[in-house]
């Protein structure tokens, strides 16, 4: 079976700082993965997505980036944390299939920047 | 393009009564069309899911949902409320178009269920 992993589970960071979040999945092969941000009360805003090995989408332009070194291996990052940052990130996996990929999701990393 | 609007952003039952939230959707193309589930501090977990095949779709937990074209709708129900279904449910769209499979998300509702 599959499983997503993501950690830390809680991070918090003060403003400024760098920031490497990591998200592998396990049990398949040649997914496609995602990042994606939740504020708090708000819903989900997709930030990046990755079809292969060194594929990645930006959705939204911001002070963060995504790496994906390894097939199964998706990395968050930041040079330099805002405040605005703050949020609920998740990560998440789907088997392209041509029709209704669904997704499935890790337990998430709660990020706070101070 | 495509778009969902989750129309209550907060729903409010008592335990043992109906539950309906409600999703409308706008696609260009056929759209798969998905309900999740987030408990507090949780992942999104799958409840059910429609690809053209049968328009009432069964999920987990005893949720359904119906898929509506001249409505463009998909809703969820239960019939029976329990106090473990108080958490966030989202509505996804997605059109998967030159391999490329780009979900929407709704903003979510929450459903808070009432002893």
């Known amino acids: 079976s599959q499983t997503i992993h993501q950690w830390p589970a809680t991070l918090v960071q003060p403003v400024g700082s760098p920031l490497s979040l990591e ?11 995602y990042w994606y941000r939740q504020a708090a009360g708000r819903g989900l805003q997709l930030l990046f997505y990755s079809v292969g090995i060194g594929q990645i989408s930006s959705e939204v332009p911001q002070n963060l980036s995504a790496s994906r070194p390894q097939d199964r291996q998706f990395i968050l990052s930041s040079k330099k944390l805002l405040l605005s940052d703050s949020g609920f990130y998740l990560c998440a996996w789907s088997k392209p299939t041509g029709t209704g990929d669904t997704q499935y999701f890790g337990p998430g990393t709660r990020l706070t920047v101070l | ?17 109906p539950v309906l939230l409600r999703c409308n959707y706008s696609s260009s193309y056929s759209p798969s069309l998905f309900w999740y589930v987030q408990h507090p501090n949780k992942g999104l977990q799958l409840l059910l899911k429609y690809t053209s095949a049968a328009t009432l779709v069964k999920g987990i937990n005893g949720f359904e949902a119906e898929f509506k074209k001249s409505e463009t709708s998909f809703h969820l ?25 780009i979900p929407t998300f709704g903003r979510g509702t929450s459903l808070i269920v009432h002893p």
């Not at chain 1, 998200?23 to 993965?33: A, Q, Y």
């Not at chain 2, 409320?81 to 059109?95: G, K, L, Q, R, W």
């Open chain 1, 23 to 33: 998200c592998t999945v396990e049990g398949t092969s040649n997914p496609n993965l």
């Open chain 2, 77 to 101: 129900t239960k019939p029976s409320a329990h106090m473990s279904d108080a958490a966030e449910y989202f509505c996804v769209v997605s059109v998967t178009t030159g391999g490329s499979y």
């Open chain 2, 1 to 17: 393009a495509q778009s969902v609007t989750q129309l209550d952003s907060h729903v409010s039952v008592s335990e043992g009564t």
